[in-house]
């Protein structure tokens, strides 16, 4: 049984940064490309980013880049989001996922990704 586990979210004011974490157990870490997605009351789900087994390839929105980065830790198991600049409109329940697909490409459906963790609530303050 593969289990995924948030944790780092908060509340934050504007323009503070936070750096969420997620740990995975349960199968060989390095099997999963993994991601982060977000939803936001009355939202649907979001792609945030996405990151290789490896670690030397990552995707993420236009929206986010310059103030998010994705990066994981093989060694411990933990896959991150540091997000830095928060916006209002960045509050959102936080949620990785891992991706059992061959090689690399831009897995950005919810429906690419077979385990989902519980989700960590983002709370950015104006």
């Known amino acids: 049984q593969v289990q995924l586990v948030e944790s780092g979210g908060r509340l934050v004011q504007a323009g503070g940064s936070l750096r969420l974490s997620c740990a995975v157990s349960?199968?060989?870490?390095?099997?999963?490309?993994m991601g982060w997605f977000r939803q936001a009351p009355g939202k649907e789900r979001e792609f945030v980013a996405t990151?290789?087994?490896?670690?030397?390839?990552?995707y993420g929105t236009d929206s986010m880049k310059g103030r998010f980065t994705i990066s994981r830790d093989n060694a411990k198991n933990t896959v991150y989001l540091q997000m830095n600049s928060l916006k209002p409109e960045d509050t959102a329940v936080y949620y990785c996922?891992?991706?059992?697909?061959?090689?690399?490409?831009?897995?950005?459906?919810?429906?690419?990704?077979?385990?989902w963790g519980q989700g960590t609530q983002v709370t950015v303050s104006s």
């Open positions: 996922a891992a991706n059992l697909g061959e090689g690399w490409t831009l897995y950005v459906g919810k429906n690419d990704y077979a385990y």
């Open positions: 990151i290789n087994r490896i670690g030397d390839n990552t």
């Open positions: 349960g199968r060989t870490f390095i099997s999963y490309n």
